[in-house]
């Protein structure tokens, strides 16, 4: 992946000093002011009582920390109306690698994915709960993602996998 320059830090600088907090997560100025909007709009959104200010929001971006973790639950997961919401398609690629298999580049994991990858987009967090049932800890997201699945009922469900295991593991 190419280095951020000086140039590209200084524009997003220009446009909003947020822009330039985003910059190295998103890559690209365009991507970079989408998620910006993304941001403003949650935090416009947000109850006063729970609102986090944007520079947070900006500044957790630019450490690797993926956004649906910074913004508040997916209206989808907190729907609480008891009514199935259909939608056409679920698709996620949810963090799947084990913190054993980062840490040792295990299963197929390559040096440039630890290089230039954030660890939280591929390694669940510590602070992610683990089901019961036999669940591992690379697999919570899947767990949450089925719940899901049940009340929106989509036509389509697309996940992608870390390998033979959890495949096996799926639908062994």
Known sequence: MPRISL??????????????????????????????????????????S?????????????????SSTSWAPSPLATSTSGAARACDVLVSNPPYVSSQAWSLAQEGLSYSTRKY?????????????????????????????LDIALIVQPSIVLFEFGGDVQENGFYG
């Open 7 to 48: 140039r590209q830090l200084r524009q997003a600088y220009k446009v909003s000093p947020f822009l330039s907090r985003l910059l190295p997560a998103c890559r690209d100025l365009a991507s970079a002011q989408n998620e910006l909007r993304w941001l403003r709009d949650h935090h416009a959104a947000a109850p006063a």
């Open 50 to 66: 729970r609102r986090r200010p944007l520079a947070a929001l900006c500044e957790e971006r630019r450490r690797g920390v993926p």
């Open 117 to 145: 990858e954030p660890k939280l987009a591929l390694v669940p967090g510590d602070h992610v709960d683990v089901p019961r049932g036999g669940w591992l800890h690379e697999d919570a997201f899947y767990a949450a993602l």
